[in-house]
């Protein structure tokens, strides 16, 4: 006892001697270790570039940035209607289960105070570097603020760093006006342009021309939001109900304006990133009139790390930084651990060229003049559909009978023995028949059956044909009807996929790159400003010839496509906006930036839903008010003349349906912020 | 070192007892009952609707949290215009119920209140409210509906429920008037299995609907209006349907949410 109080006694004493410990700990590295020096900022970069709000391979619509490092992610199947997926995770994209909000102030509070720190350490660095490590901050900043203002609108502008403890009229930033949000955008972005060097100094870095290519993208999203709430029930905009700012949308009185501002913006960033980028369309492969070079040229695209049209990539190294695309998203055939989760569809496939029609547009199938008339067409092969096809849609496919990995893509529905020519499968191929399933058909049932289908991979029908061969009742990738990881719309996707046959893919060894944005994507955002500002009557902001201009980027993108060009010059008028817009569903497609883009032309609720694919389509023919689906294209063996037939219909196996209202153009506020805060409002519509 | 154990074994004890552990709860569980009607003011008769968001949508506030507060979660009237939650904590409420009716709630575009017909109550055992509201429009479904072939035909009469007048009185001061407000846009006929039929318990294969552009329905307020339903229903059971129709109207302003004022469900044999 006496020895516990001795060392008791003996504790307290050493206790009072450190008072003179104010030495800093060696263990923590501190913000002097880290702005004084360059590799120190290559740190400070490092662990900022690792927040940022990327759509890229980590990155699922459903569920939103961070938490779940690109689980089962893939594109197209954001009720876009690029692709459709057999899982939950496939619907429009109404909300993110996480809610990007927290790891963007986080992020936010990096870049301010780096803005805030680094003048102390001006003289460590010469000015141009200096600069560019500056405009780093701006450039995170604006794309931080701009990926939570196409979420939710009007959002907390945080500039500073904000210290802790504080007074809570300190700590609290209230949402300001979706039109200051996107002025702060715009003007973050040009300080980063004027500040950063037009050459990344280092692989990774972003530059003047990413922030300007990023504006031009961000500006034509603010353009849009001010003119086209307008042409949505409701307008979409209200005061905040605890500040009275307008959080939401703009006032009618000024949205008009604000409009062509933020298009002017777009259309000079994107201009400039044309005249003085150094950037061009990828075409080391291309050859005129070569449709195969030009399939693959656009497949190489993708993957060539070198190519002149990447502005801005994110890059992945095995095995350290790796993700799992091709884990999930190759076909049935090549399953590990999952597959076949992009099935591009029909209505897709529609935007494209080479297809026969009917009269209303959609995809011929049959001798008649819609699908339910005539008999079906007859082809050699089973990729013999898309022989015509745009080479452009070909580099997104993996069609029935491609090449993927050295090997052919199986890829049928079943075999039909009965007679021919074969009338169509179906009575009604309406939105209101699109329950009716090929397997419940009276052809497909019972010991005289003359269409044969397999009901999963493991359990294949082997039909015996009339000269007595054998074959399996549905391709190796599928359609199978009771399993739906398989090419549940007659189609796969491609893009992104890594074609080596040497290289087996695993959760977590896939390195391909990203390509966050692309040179064409600004033609494409050139092209879309000098319309809207053509039809607004706005002059052209440098005397270019804004309709040339825009005109010339179609063409050299169709051209490099494989498609036709335009008959005419552009016009500022609604059909030319939307060739624009068509063209550039196509060109993106299967990237993160087409759900952006019907929520910004305001096209996926249902009274503006004629619009969804950037051309007019009639929208009863794919929705039912706020429901809408999407079709397949389903490929059938006629054993009796050797040849196949294909049936375009509602895709019947997971019964995909989407659902979209115009209280989804804005993302509710996280409701525990709004909350636990005195000034955060929720949306004012909610 | 007996008395240390002892010593730390107590003040262990000492610590667990002090955070009222052996209490299951320190609030009354929410078990009081608000239960509502929705009725138009002119023939009190109850507003119709759908159990769903699209439908009318019912929203507590308790005022006793103070002026930071958020709503409770939102629920939704019976397709009858009724609404009953049993699990409701004690409190002083303010309940707001927005359709397809004048909005109870109304301000400028500046966010100046103009009215508020909410009510504030206490909730506590089982309260009763009733919220007599002006309904866009009066739905109904004449006659008995036909059938042939698999495919029904019903006659609809669509009635305005508040006057062109009336309405613009009231949601002309909220601001951006539109004359195309008053426009009746479209009528739906809903079909199904279940005697909940409307929005959401609709049968898509059968359930159909006619768009109005403009004000071209103007014509058609108060005439009989058939509708059919869409593709054949197998014959030899019951369905229920519906009529439905809106104005170019969303409720509550900025939700792009236009709702949907109902007729009677009524059954139909298919023979």
């Not at chain 1, 399933?437 to 029908?461: C, E, F, K, S, V």
């Not at chain 1, 659902?659 to 955060?680: H, L, M």
């Not at chain 2, 008395?3 to 709860?25: H, P, R, V, W």
Request: charged fraction near 25%.
């Amino acid at each position: 006892m006496k020895k516990i109080l001795f060392s008791a006694l003996l504790g307290a004493c050493l206790l009072t001697s450190c008072q003179d410990m104010d030495i800093p700990p060696k263990n923590i590295v501190t913000s002097d270790d880290l702005l004084s020096t360059e590799s120190g900022m290559d740190i400070y970069m490092a662990r900022m570039y690792s927040t940022m709000p990327f759509e890229d391979f980590k990155y699922l619509a459903e569920r939103g940035l961070n938490s779940y490092n690109g689980w089962l992610a893939g594109f197209g199947f954001d009720g876009t209607g690029d692709a459709v997926n057999r899982d939950g995770y496939c619907r429009a994209f109404t909300g993110e289960n996480e809610a990007y909000w927290g790891n963007a102030f986080t992020l936010l509070r990096d870049a301010n105070f780096l803005i805030e720190n680094l003048p102390n350490y001006k003289g460590n660095y010469p000015e141009i570097t200096y600069n560019d490590y500056l405009g780093e901050a701006y450039f995170v900043r604006a794309y931080v603020f701009y990926a939570l203002a196409k979420r939710y609108g009007g959002i907390p502008l945080v500039t500073r760093v904000i210290s802790y403890p504080a007074s809570s009229d300190e700590l609290e930033v209230p949402r300001s006006s979706e039109e200051e949000t996107w002025n702060q955008i715009c003007s973050d972005f040009d300080m980063a342009a004027q500040l950063m060097m037009p050459k990344s100094p280092k692989r990774g870095y972003a530059n003047k021309y990413v922030a300007l290519a990023v504006k031009s993208q961000a500006m034509l999203y603010a353009g849009s939001v001010a003119k086209y709430n307008e042409t949505v029930s409701g307008r979409l905009t209200g005061l905040g109900q605890k500040t009275g700012v307008r959080v939401m949308g703009f006032d009618q009185a000024t949205a008009a304006e604000a409009s062509k501002r933020y298009f002017t913006e777009a259309y000079k960033a994107a201009r400039e990133v044309m005249e003085n980028g150094g950037y061009s369309l990828y075409m080391k492969k291309w050859a005129e009139g070569d449709r195969s070079a030009m399939r693959q040229n656009m497949i190489d695209m993708i993957s060539d790390t070198d190519s002149p049209e990447n502005i801005w990539i994110r890059e992945y190294i095995y095995p350290t930084t790796t993700h799992s695309f091709d884990a999930y998203n190759a076909p049935y055939v090549f399953r590990s651990p999952l597959s076949s989760a992009v099935c591009p569809t029909a209505d897709f496939v529609e935007l494209f060229e080479g297809f026969e029609r009917y009269p209303d547009g959609t995809l011929k199938v049959t001798t008649g003049n819609s699908n339910t008339e005539g008999t079906y067409i007859m082809y050699d092969n089973v990729g013999d559909f898309y022989k015509n096809a745009e080479p452009r849609l070909l580099s997104y496919l993996i069609a029935p009978g491609d090449q993927f990995k050295g090997q052919t893509m199986e890829i049928y529905a079943g075999v039909y023995t009965g007679t021919t020519p074969v009338k169509p499968l179906m009575r009604d191929y309406s939105y209101q028949a699109q329950g009716d399933n090929y397997q419940n058909l009276d052809i497909a049932q019972g010991d005289n059956r003359t269409l044969y289908m397999t009901p999963d991979p493991n359990n294949q029908t082997i039909v015996t044909l009339p000269d007595g061969s054998k074959m399996n009742a549905a391709g190796a990738n599928g359609p199978f009807y009771n399993y739906n990881e398989s090419a549940m719309t007659g189609l796969l996707g491609r893009k992104w996929l890594k074609d080596d046959p040497s290289f087996t893919a695993r959760e977590g060894n896939s390195d391909q790159h990203y390509i966050l944005v692309r040179y064409a994507e600004v033609l494409l955002n050139a092209a879309e400003a000098a319309v809207e500002l053509s039809i607004a009557g706005a002059a052209s902001p440098d005397g270019s010839d804004m309709l040339g201009v825009a005109t010339d980027a179609i063409n050299d993108i169709r051209r490099r496509a494989g498609a036709t060009l335009l008959a005419s010059k552009l016009t500022g008028s609604n059909e030319s906006r939307n060739e624009v817009r068509k063209e550039r569903r196509k060109e993106t497609a299967f990237e993160t930036g087409t759900k952006w883009d019907l929520r910004r032309w305001r096209v996926n609720d249902y009274d503006n839903r004629d619009g969804f694919w950037g051309e007019e389509r009639d929208k009863d023919k794919f929705s039912s008010n706020s429901h809408y689906r999407f079709r397949g294209i389903y490929p059938f063996y006629s054993a009796t003349d050797k040849k196949w037939f294909f049936d375009v219909k509602f895709e019947c196996l997971a019964h995909k349906q989407f659902e979209y209202n115009p209280i989804d153009y804005y993302f509710g506020i996280p409701g525990n912020e709004v909350v636990k805060s005195k000034v955060i409002d929720q949306q004012p519509n909610r | 070192m007996k008395q240390f154990k002892i010593f730390g074994m107590t003040a262990a004890l000492l610590m667990l007892s002090s955070c009222s552990m052996f209490e299951i709860d320190n609030y009354d569980a929410p078990e009081e009952t608000i239960q509502g009607e929705v009725v138009d003011v002119a023939t009190g008769n109850p507003v119709l609707t759908d159990q769903g968001s699209e439908g009318i949508r019912v929203r507590l506030t308790e005022l006793s949290w103070g002026d930071n507060v958020e709503h409770n979660p939102d629920f939704f009237c019976m397709s009858d215009g009724t609404f009953r939650n049993t699990k409701i904590f004690k409190g002083h409420y303010n309940v707001r119920v927005d359709g397809p009716f004048i909005p109870l709630v109304r301000e400028t575009t500046d966010g100046m209140l103009l009215a508020d017909e909410t009510i504030n109550t206490d909730i506590k055992g089982t309260t009763k409210v009733r919220f007599e509201v002006q309904p866009f429009l009066n739905v109904k479904i004449v006659g008995d509906p036909t059938v042939s072939n698999g495919v029904v035909k019903a006659k609809v009469v669509v009635e305005r429920g508040v006057s062109e007048s009336e309405f613009r009185d009231k949601i002309e001061p909220m601001g951006n008037w539109s004359d195309s407000y008053l426009n009746v846009t479209d009528i739906q006929f809903f079909v199904s299995y279940s005697n909940s039929v409307g929005y959401r318990a609709r049968d898509d294969r059968w359930s159909s609907s006619i768009s109005y552009t403009g004000n071209s329905f103007n014509d058609l307020l108060g005439e009989t209006i058939t509708i059919t339903s869409n593709g054949e229903i197998p014959s030899g059971r019951k369905v229920w349907v519906r009529a439905a129709a809106r104005i170019n109207f969303d409720t509550p302003v900025g939700s792009g949410t236009r709702r949907w004022n109902y007729s009677e469900p009524v059954e139909v044999m298919i023979p």
